[in-house]
């Protein structure tokens, strides 16, 4: 059965870094397109980030330069590197398999940016 | 990286067909054929009902159907049930990044 689980959300202070991870089960990550959708609380879904099975990444301008995506082959999951927390940052984040995400997302992992 | 722009709000009696819209650019929708749309209850994660512009993930009733033309894709869903009542979100792939829809909440009367 596949199955995505976040964790490492939390609350963390403006400036601050958290690092999320994505443990997948019954299927590679490596061998998939990756993705972190984020969600703001009562706003709508936002792409983040995409790490492609041959290891390019991708950022939305709203965090590049400040979050970094990445794997661990071995195992088996899926990271968020999240530095210079601001306020903005405050949300839901899921991860999800696809390029476009497909039927398997995470449950969500909330992480709350504030002093 | 501009969001997709879709209807905020969509409402239908039970039974009722509706359809919401999701007007992106040449770059985007009108590029490739990598269209979903996402079904979202309050507190839980999304679900994939359409990919590829109109195809349906298996166990996703046949009420739902996706289709595109030009720049801007659709999500209908035939004979409404209250069970529909959520918040649809398309996403389109856009070289290299992605891009959701701001959403449209359904309201089931």
């Known amino acids: 059965e596949v199955q995505l689980v976040e964790s490492g959300g939390g609350l963390i202070q403006p400036g601050g870094s958290l690092r999320l991870s994505c443990a997948a089960s019954g299927f590679t990550v490596s061998s998939n397109y990756m993705t972190w959708v984020r969600q703001a609380p009562g706003k709508g879904l936002e792409w983040v980030s995409v790490?492609?099975?041959?290891?390019?990444?991708y950022y939305a301008d709203s965090v590049k330069g400040r979050f970094t995506i990445s794997r661990d082959n071995s195992k088996n999951t899926l990271y968020l590197q999240m530095n210079s927390l601001r306020a903005e940052d405050t949300a839901v984040y899921y991860c999800a398999r696809g390029i476009i995400p497909d039927s398997y997302w995470g449950q969500g992992t909330l992480v709350t940016v504030s002093s | 990286q501009s969001a997709l722009t879709q209807p905020a709000s969509v409402s239908g009696s039970p039974g009722q067909s509706i359809t919401i819209s999701c007007t992106g650019t040449?770059?985007?929708?009108?590029?490739?054929?990598?269209v979903s749309w996402y079904q979202q209850h309050p507190g839980k994660a999304p679900k994939l009902m359409i990919y590829e512009g109109s195809k349906r993930p298996s166990g996703v009733s046949n009420r739902f159907s996706g289709s595109k033309s030009g720049n801007t894709a659709s999500l209908t869903i035939s004979g409404l049930q209250a069970e529909d009542e959520a918040d649809y979100y398309c996403c389109s792939y856009a070289g290299s990044s992605t891009l959701f829809g701001g959403g449209t909440k359904l309201t089931v009367l």
């Open positions: 790490i492609y099975s041959g290891g390019s990444t």
């Open positions: 040449s770059s985007d929708v009108g590029s490739y054929n990598l």
